[in-house]
């Protein structure tokens, strides 16, 4: 397996797209190319997120994208795991890369919805869901959500304000982010204050429907001869599935597809959870956020909460979770929020995070959802 | 490179599903793997593609294929590129088992869209195109074929029985095939007085709109002991892509993404056109058909009508040229076309095609295009 590293990356700002997914795509695609110091026509290969295409009418966008990129004879391909999307689209790159099969591949994200309304977008994203078992039923994520916290609830004492200390830090993180989509600090009385969408949850809670594109540059090491930023090591790309609707499972504290990939990732990576400087996990609501420190392995069992409250997973505590604001507040433009985890972490590793830098980042983990854990995709990275 | 197998294979009839993608996938699925003589747990990732999945309303359907076939903490991903999409996914379990990554990989390829009208169907495949320059100023599929048939009878003497004679043959082998959409032959007569869809097409020059799934097992030589059947050695697996709109290309005379991906295939396998004993190729319209012969450089350009009519293609002739009845006849269940395929090539390499066995089968060559050839991906078998 050749060392394989990320060379480059690149996002729109999150939010409201004024253009297309495919010009979003395309325009980040070639800002991450030239971010990496290449060109489009060293790129061997690229891969594509887009879930909800059809809602633009526009499927097989792969091509369209290497059309925009001058580059229509490259092969490229369509990657798709629900919200986890471009993340397993990274992992089919290195797996490319690693492998021998290209010199350099190209990840691109992207996710428009802000041209459906809220009712819309979250039928659409309930088919990430086990359909006919939970969403035809009623049950979409913020609720499926709730469940997973209520269940957390009733094994481990969770006060409001351990939830509300996460959206604190994570809109506080965002604020300090140009590409986030709520450049605004909340306080814990605005959390406390704002309406119930499923209990427990409430507004702040859950994330925003955002639209965006996020791509990265993979390459082999021995390709690259002079990268013009440091690159991230891949140490650990692995995936991880488990039993989709929550009705089927046995245990509904965490997500054992979280807990199997972090298994995996650490083995291939040789390292251990105390050796991560910093992390962006997969915070589509507040109480996702708690249970992928305690799943990775970063906090016992219903620990992650106090941890929250007590400032430890903040820009400059112990373990910055989420400097970028994840996707409660940076957004969660479905399939560009894997990619969009990495371009953070990108720059961070690269001092170009301004006023959210995170004290260490030696490490880094990138933990990324599909749906309430169907799949889970998890990559650290390491400088060289 | 590690060399790799397609180790069992298995397919729904085409043509309308009684049940839900997800349980057609997980039937063939199951069924592929017991076809290797394995079973569920010793497979290491699963491909799924299902362009369509959103108008079942369900995406993410990879977690709910491995849940179904018992093993849910296995990876699953979903890999598209329109009508190549399990080429495309194949393509990608070839990476991950000839670069070690897995020992055993799952390709199934599911398409339901029986449920759809056939103004919906046209309009959903039609996302395959460039959609503002194409779909959405009205040309579908049938035009932007037609379009292509169009160049080449300008230059090219293309008689109409040219084009009937592919679909005779073809209609002829799905006669011979239980899995086919179509089980019926066709007169040259009857193909030369049906209605004219998009001239110089006709209805006959259309293949289906079909519901089907098909799966294949992919695996490292070295993890198989002893194969229960003869397995089809992967000698190439690529992909190519070409500027998607056709206002955009140069040259409308076949596509450049089967030029270019055919090259590559015959220099990775070392093998020439000569040396291939028949062919599976995208027929979605007759003309398809001739392009692609004349692309992949078994025929000078211009002259694959010409043997068509004269026999030289059918499945007793010195080429077999879609044995299995085509896109054509077999049907066109999109996102399980490519699969279907090599499920074809399997069934003629181990002496399960019945009446439409071929009479060589020492080596076979897969050809599925995305959309107007926005991408192709080609596949080429031998024998051990």
Chains 1, 2 share one sequence.
């Not at 955002?210 to 990265?216: K, W, Y």
């Amino acid at each position: 397996m050749r060392e394989t590293w990320v060379v480059g990356a690149a996002s729109t700002r999150y939010g409201k797209l004024g253009e297309s997914a495919r010009e979003a795509a395309t325009r980040v695609a070639l800002e991450a190319i030239r971010d990496a110091g290449l060109g489009p026509k060293d790129v061997g290969h690229t891969f594509v997120a887009n879930c909800f295409g059809l809602t633009e009418h526009q499927g097989h966008l792969g091509p369209l994208v290497n059309n925009g990129l001058g580059v229509p004879e490259v092969p490229s391909v369509s990657v798709e795991s629900a919200c986890s999307s471009s993340s397993a689209a990274l992992h089919e790159a290195f797996v490319h890369v690693a492998g021998g099969f290209e010199d350099v591949a190209l990840v691109v994200g992207v996710e428009r919805l802000g041209h459906l309304d809220t009712l819309a977008a979250t039928g659409y994203f309930a088919y990430a869901a086990d359909y006919p078992f939970e969403a035809r039923n009623g049950a979409t994520f913020p609720g499926l959500y709730a469940t997973l916290a209520n269940a957390y609830r009733a094994e481990y004492r969770t006060t409001p304000e351990m939830l509300g200390a996460v959206a604190v830090k994570n809109h506080a993180n965002a604020a300090r982010n140009p590409k986030a989509h709520f450049q605004k600090e909340i306080s814990m009385e605005t959390y406390l204050g704002s309406p119930v969408v499923a209990a427990p949850l409430r507004l702040y809670d859950c994330c925003p429907f955002s639209d965006g594109a996020s791509a990265v540059v993979v390459a082999a090491r021995e390709a690259i001869r002079a990268p013009p930023n440091e690159p991230l090591v891949v140490r650990a790309s692995v995936r991880a599935g488990a039993v989709t609707a929550l009705q089927d499972r046995r245990d509904l504290v965490g997500l054992p597809s979280s807990r199997l990939a972090a298994e995996k990732a650490f083995r291939q990576a040789k390292l251990t959870p105390a050796q991560i400087d910093f992390l962006e996990v997969h915070d589509c609501f507040t109480i996702a956020e708690l249970m992928a420190l305690e799943d990775l392995g970063f906090y016992p069992r219903g620990t992650a909460g106090r941890a929250a409250l007590d400032g430890a997973t903040a820009r400059d505590g112990k373990l910055p979770v989420n400097p970028s604001g994840g996707l409660k507040a940076k957004g969660h433009p479905v399939s560009a929020t894997g990619a969009g985890q990495v371009v953070e972490i990108f720059e961070q590793f690269n001092g170009r995070a301004g006023k959210r830098a995170v004290p260490r980042t030696g490490t880094a983990l990138a933990h990324n959802v599909g749906a309430t854990g169907g799949s889970c995709s998890i990559h650290i990275f390491a400088r060289r």
